[in-house]
């Protein structure tokens, strides 16, 4: 195989590759698209790029837009240098010229690199631009984020940053420029066929006599009828093109009607890819402790397309993984897993779109989901994608800027609907699992950069961390009084106050369930009972009152809802004080008690001196 895929690409012969640089005219903005100029018409790059740029043409009326075509046209990469500002626009185009520029450029699928200028270029330019480009500021912004969800965009702090990144950045490029068919002659180049065309592995020709043809018929018209295909289609006017050049916009076939190896990898048949790409594989385990020393419960290789083996893992997960379900009858989360399903099918997505496919060391190695006693874990082969680092994605993954090594599966999969690629994917992830009471998943990148694991804690073990970590408060309540609980626990939080409220997903009676709450109730300064006449009828309820008695803890009872107390209350609590929380006594009941626990941990603190 290595043999094999050794030999797909041949070196293009030397050759000249034009560049277009893509900006505004403002001044600060301009020297950015000099510094470029600069870097193109060194002794390292001079002799094989030449750039293209909008000085060579007059910005007026539609003869501007052609030749403004043809010059992208004529080049193999699109630069785009976005600042804040959105630029003059073009009645005849309807946008402004950079935008233009990089639709012409888009639709033609030439390489794309965007590089995003720091903010202070805006605080640096004369107020009468600013003041000019005031109502369109809004629509720059619109455009950028545009760019940021569909490419890896580079953001640089200064001019020495910009120059360092796209130096780069070409050099990446021309090390790719290859062109390979069976039988072909290398160098035979088609005049519209730019050599930028290889750049990324999954953009590349297969190396078979493939066709559209020979690829699964029914999960290719899935993926061309997806309400996201059908807009990409409809925003070009596309959308009753041959299909032929549906597939061309879509990255599936490049501009000699050559299969890419993207679209091979998610639509091959299982017969025609099966011991062909051993990274088109998914190995599945099930350990029955917390190390790979423990028994395997369950294990399973399957090779086929990454389609189907994302479908394949997201099946493990729901029968043969061994992860419990949640929820209520009649709940909106009956059949979820401990693990949100959500946050399962992100990570296994992201894994299966951004391993390393084309690294020797790493073709062969399937992705992996093991599942052990306490945590599962999806390892993917390769390295992160230059640009996210391993902090990034666990400390502030809401700032990561989405960047992608295989373009063409994450288009695939982003319309398919089984990732997000705006950069959000792993921010879901944390916050899903955080609304259910687990740690955000953390991301482990090996020492030697050779694997991605995305670590989930299952709900037992992460139940019981929280519950031997102690907290303020412990709320004991009947399933009918969740919303007020809710209430209640925002409130006492935004006070201050650590609360202990059971909304971790563990099924009511099973030995796991017992064991948290024992734990949560022995290690809480206090049991809150909300008194109700649901709560009256409840074992659970009976049971929570119970264990705080026996571990001598105190018991705040809160009347909520009922005609009288006496009717809500347990009967051996019916003589106790309690603060009425019903209705419009709500607030005056929140300061109430928010006063007691106060005096109360104040008490504690002087026991302890």
């Given at each position: ?98 935008e ?23 605080s ?43 130096r ?105 890819i ?5 990274s ?6 099930v ?81 992996r ?46 319309y ?5 690629m705006?950069?959000?994917g ?18 482990i ?22 519950a ?7 709320l ?23 609360v ?110």
């Amino acid at each position: 195989m290595e043999t094999l895929m050794s030999h797909i690409f041949q070196p293009l012969p030397k050759t000249q590759y034009g560049v277009f640089l893509s900006s505004t005219n403002d001044p600060h903005v301009r020297s950015y698209r000099l510094a470029a100029r600069e870097v193109f018409e060194e002794e390292e790059f001079h002799t094989r790029w030449y750039a293209r740029e909008m000085d060579e043409f007059t910005a007026s009326g539609a003869s501007s837009l052609e030749e403004c075509r043809r010059l992208v046209l004529e080049c193999a990469i699109y630069i785009g240098i976005l600042g804040p500002f959105y630029g003059s626009v073009n009645d005849a185009a309807g946008m402004s010229y950079s935008e233009y520029e990089y639709t012409v450029a888009r639709d033609a699928n030439r390489e794309i690199g965007i590089f995003i200028l720091p903010d202070s270029v805006l605080s640096q330019s004369p107020p009468e631009v600013i003041y000019r480009q005031g109502h369109l500021l809004a629509r720059q912004v619109e455009f950028r984020n545009k760019l940021n969800a569909a490419h890896m965009t580079r953001s640089v702090a200064d001019l020495e940053d910009f120059k360092a990144k796209l130096r780069a950045y070409i050099r990446a490029r021309l090390n790719s420029l290859t062109f390979s068919v069976p039988g072909s002659t290398a160098g035979a180049q088609h005049a519209d066929l730019p050599p930028h065309e290889t750049d990324t592995f999954d953009r590349r020709p297969i190396p078979y006599n493939y066709t559209l043809n020979d690829l699964d018929a029914d999960l290719l018209q899935e993926f061309l009828q997806s309400p996201m295909a059908q807009a990409a289609l409809d925003e070009r006017n596309l959308l009753r093109a041959r299909p032929a050049q549906h597939s061309r916009i879509l990255g599936l076939i490049d501009d000699q009607d050559r299969l890419t190896m993207g679209a091979f990898l998610c639509f091959a048949p299982y017969d025609r890819i099966v011991n062909k790409f051993g990274s088109c594989s998914l190995h599945m385990v099930v350990y029955s402790g917390t190390d790979v020393n423990s028994r395997q419960e369950y294990k399973r290789e399957v090779e086929d397309n990454l389609l189907n083996l994302h479908n394949r893992g997201m099946r493990f997960f729901r029968t043969d993984a061994g992860l419990k379900r949640l929820g209520e009858v009649g709940s909106e989360t009956r059949d979820d897993l401990e693990i949100p399903t959500l946050a399962l099918r992100e990570a296994l997505g992201n894994a299966l779109v951004h391993r390393d496919y084309a690294e020797p060391h790493f073709r062969e190695q399937p992705t992996r989901i093991e599942v052990y006693e306490d945590r599962v874990e999806i390892i993917s082969f390769g390295a992160l994608v230059e640009g996210i680092s391993e902090q990034d994605l666990n400390e502030a993954p809401e700032s990561i800027i989405s960047r992608r090594r295989n373009p063409i599966i994450a288009k695939i999969f982003m319309y398919m609907q089984l990732v997000e690629m705006s950069g959000s994917g792993v921010a879901r992830m944390r916050d899903r699992t955080q609304q259910v009471g687990l740690p955000p998943p953390k991301v482990i990148v090996a020492p030697d950069r050779s694997t991605v694991r995305v670590v989930f804690s299952r709900t037992l073990v992460a139940v019981q961390q929280l519950a031997a970590q102690g907290h303020d408060v412990y709320l004991s309540y009947a399933r009918g009084d969740r919303a007020f609980a809710d209430r209640l626990t925002t409130d006492l939080g935004a006070a201050g106050f650590k609360v202990w409220q059971d909304n971790y997903g563990l099924q009511p009676g099973r030995p796991d369930w017992e064991r948290a709450l024992r734990e949560a109730i022995r290690e809480t300064g206090a049991v809150l009972l909300l008194a109700s006449p649901d709560s009256l009828k409840s074992d659970y309820v009976t049971g929570e009152i119970a264990l705080a008695q026996l571990y001598n803890k105190p018991i705040y009872p809160l009347f909520i809802s009922g005609a009288s107390f006496t009717d809500s209350a347990p009967m051996g609590m019916i003589n106790l004080q309690y603060i009425d929380m019903r209705g419009h006594a709500y607030d005056d009941g929140l300061e109430t008690l928010k006063s007691t626990l106060d005096i109360r941990a104040a008490k504690n603190r002087g026991m302890t001196k």
